[in-house]
């Protein structure tokens, strides 16, 4: 009895690890870079959330996307959130590093994530203490300026996506930063704003990788899991 009970259990537990083994291997969540692209940067986060986050790098040009994933047989399909308006706050004095304020005539609202990068693509309008406006979007090194008097003094700014419908969100602009004629505005959820490039994407899942199914955009190549990383939870 005792030889059998010892055999059960050893069976019960050799049983729990190839289960636990299979589970983690059926697993997708996870870092993936994109390989089979020339001159081509791509990162894939697939989060426990049922979330995902997409990145992709070609020379000058950056995109992104953030949505939801979803299994479809062997397959993970990518389906991406719809834009949503900004969410924006402005820098303080410690996040900015200022080497050179703009000469007399020339605002400058600088739009970015802090020790992230700049955010481009979000358009500021731009008001004096005696109600003069301008308006400029910010390009991609995250700068958006305006030409304005000497004589007018900023008093405040509005902030919305490029080219949007969306309410304008507004900050009186600190006094020093009024006077220097620069100030700084943080960007809460850059990874909702843009566009996506594609309505959907699909992946063939096989062995811990994910191929690139046919699409419009021409991407292709594989996502490989980085190794080290843990699944993401958030």
């Known amino acids: 009895m ?4 010892t055999l059960v259990l050893a069976s019960a537990c050799l049983f729990g690890s190839v289960a ?12 993936y870079y994109l390989s089979g692209m020339t001159e081509v940067g791509s990162e894939l986060v697939l989060k426990k959330s049922g979330e995902f986050d997409w990145m992709l790098a070609y020379g000058a040009t950056d995109m992104a996307a953030h949505g939801t994933w979803k299994r479809d047989g062997k397959r993970i399909v990518l389906t991406p959130h719809v834009p949503r308006p900004g969410k924006f706050r402005l820098f303080t004095e410690a996040e900015l590093t200022i080497k050179k304020d703009p000469r007399q005539g020339i605002w400058v609202a600088i739009v970015g994530v802090p020790s992230t990068g700049p955010v ?38 509005g902030l919305r996506r490029a080219d949007s419908k969306d309410e304008w969100t507004w900050f009186d602009v600190p006094a020093e930063r009024a006077s220097k004629r620069i100030a700084g505005f943080v960007v809460l959820n850059p990874g909702e704003l843009q566009k996506a490039p594609f309505k959907s994407l699909s992946l063939s899942s096989s062995e811990g990788r994910l191929s690139i199914d046919e699409n419009p955009m021409g ?16």
């Open 2 to 5: 005792r030889f059998l009970s």
């Open 20 to 31: 636990a083994t299979a589970a983690e291997a059926n697993d997708p969540t996870g870092h």
């Open 120 to 157: 481009a693509g979000i358009e500021v309008r731009f008001e004096s203490a005696s109600g003069r406006k301008a308006s400029a979007v910010s390009g991609p090194n995250g700068d958006a300026i305006a030409q304005m008097p000497a004589s007018e003094t900023w008093k405040r700014a």
């Open 219 to 234: 991407l292709r190549g594989t996502y490989a899991k980085a190794p080290g990383k843990e699944p993401a939870t958030d």
